[in-house]
């Protein structure tokens, strides 16, 4: 038996369909906010400050081993409703979120891992969903582009360890925004320019010291019309560690706008 935890995008669903392929046991731990899993019969809707629900219902249902996939939105912890698990572990998250995202996914790991519940990698029965290196896209990065790469991968090395940051955007060798705790759409819209196409680049790449079991950085079909309307040319990822949703759409798409897709 596998337990899903899941959260919001398309990711969840491929790797449910997956699992139902292969006809392999499995319950759901629902965390999303409209309960998109309800329907089937094997889901159970938590709230993500229930750790003693959802410890019970993997223990109850006999699952030795989880994967986490989907986005979970940092809860306000003020106003998380708590049971009686969630109240003792809670000073544990908020002192690992004051480090960062990717220290709190490693708390919630060490708490499941507590419980004899191991956690898998979220690609491990997709692993088509992860990009090799190589360009796959007919438009290349030229000279002016890798610079702008180049800057932006040193600007991702340089952050902290445990930094909010997946997404750096570089235009032109200057960096024109870092992504913050409030995501990578929420950066590109912000780079928002009429009249600039095609020039500069977003570079998505783990947090530094993530555990890349989990929290992968992901990018779709919406991450590539977000860097479109930012007046974009390209996006760069990490070899083997990233999550490409909507493949052959997103290619198509980005060769009929004439931007790249690479993978470093």
Not at 249 to 256: D, E, G, L, P, R
């Amino acid at each position: 038996m596998i337990g899903l935890i899941f959260g919001e995008n398309s990711f969840p669903i491929e790797i449910l369909k997956k699992i139902k392929k292969k006809r392999l046991n499995y319950l759901i731990i629902d965390l999303t906010k409209s309960k998109k899993f309800k329907n089937d019969k094997k889901s159970f809707p938590v709230s993500i400050g229930q750790f003693g629900k959802i410890i019970n219902i993997l223990k109850k249902n006999k699952c030795k081993k989880i994967l986490f996939a989907g986005k979970v939105s940092k809860p306000n912890f003020s106003k998380l409703k708590l049971d009686l698990k969630g109240i003792y572990y809670i000073p544990r998250i908020i002192k690992a979120s004051k480090i960062g995202d990717a220290a709190i996914l490693k708390e919630i790991i060490n708490i499941f891992n507590q419980q004899s519940i191991k956690t898998i990698s979220s690609l491990a029965f997709n692993p088509e969903l992860s990009l090799k290196a190589g360009n796959y896209s007919k438009i290349k990065p030229n000279n002016e582009d890798k610079q702008d790469i180049k800057k932006a991968i040193a600007t991702l090395n340089k952050l902290g360890n445990y930094n909010f940051s997946q997404g750096v955007v570089v235009r032109y060798k200057k960096i024109i925004a870092i992504e913050s705790s409030g995501g990578t759409e929420k950066m590109l819209k912000k780079c928002k320019r009429k009249k600039i196409i095609n020039s500069g680049v977003l570079v998505k790449f783990p947090k530094n010291k993530q555990d890349l079991r989990i929290d992968l950085p992901t990018v779709g079909f919406d991450t590539l019309k977000h860097c479109r309307m930012a007046g974009l040319k390209g996006i760069v990822l990490k070899n083997k560690q990233n999550v490409f949703l909507d493949k052959n759409k997103c290619i198509n798409w980005a060769n009929k706008n004439k931007m790249f897709i690479t993978v470093k």
